[in-house]
């Protein structure tokens, strides 16, 4: 089973600060085969990126997905007031498919 | 657009089955894997089961395998989860999930439903 870890567990930032989140990866994922969501309380998770760095439909260009191998890179350039919620990684290359355990992006 | 539609969630009694329905729309869904994602109230997000396209693949979380059960009718672009022998521990929203990757390999866009409640006690 591939075991992602993703850090900090809380990261508190102030809007219009640039936030970098972390997904590290226990093996080698493809780089096809991660994803990030953003889910706020109340709702189902919403996708960021597929392919690492694909953006997903209606999502702002402040967001940005990088990485490869074990190390895969979530970046929020300029935070705006709605992008404070957790944030998932996601492997669907290898069964079981695995999420990080999240990261709790709160404002300071 | 891209909708799906879960249903089937309610409370039910430690022991009891449950099976939830995820009725799909807006999308080739007989070339689309299918799986269930759920999450425990106040956690993260556990994979449960996933379907291929032709629903000759199907895959499990140790967590169900045994006692969960996915299927789905293509003709009725419907998704479906049998759950038995149910724990307090299965309690969660139950997500029905777009997958990622068709049946051909081709990378598209996930997408998930609202969800459903599904809440084991007696």
């Known amino acids: 089973e591939i075991v992602l870890t993703q850090s900090p567990g809380t990261l508190s930032l102030s809007p219009g600060e640039r936030a970098t989140l972390s997904c590290r990866a226990s093996q080698s994922v493809s780089s096809t085969y991660l994803a990030w969501y953003q889910q706020k309380p109340g709702q189902p998770p919403r996708l960021l990126f597929y392919g690492t760095s694909r953006r997903a439909t209606g999502i702002p260009d402040r967001f940005s997905g990088s990485g490869s191998g074990t190390d895969f890179t979530l970046t929020i350039s300029r935070l705006e007031p709605e992008d404070f919620a957790v944030y998932y990684c996601h492997q669907y290359g290898l069964s079981p498919k695995t999420f990080g355990q999240g990261t709790k992006l709160e404002i300071k | 657009e891209v909708q799906l539609l879960e249903s089937g969630g309610g409370l039910v009694q430690p022991g009891g089955s449950l099976r939830l329905s995820c009725a799909a729309s807006g999308f080739t869904f007989i070339t689309s894997g299918m799986s269930w994602v759920r999450q425990a109230p106040g956690k993260g997000l556990e994979w449960v089961s996933s379907?291929?396209?032709?629903?000759?693949?199907?895959y499990y979380a140790d967590s169900v395998k045994g006692r969960f059960t996915i299927s789905r009718d293509n003709s009725k672009n419907t998704l479906y989860l049998q759950m038995n022998s149910l724990r307090a521990e299965d309690t969660a929203v139950y997500y029905c999930v777009k997958d990622a990757l068709t049946d051909y390999g081709v990378l598209t866009e996930s997408a998930w439903g609202q969800g459903t409640l599904v809440t084991v006690s007696s």
């Open positions: 379907i291929t396209g032709t629903a000759l693949g199907t």
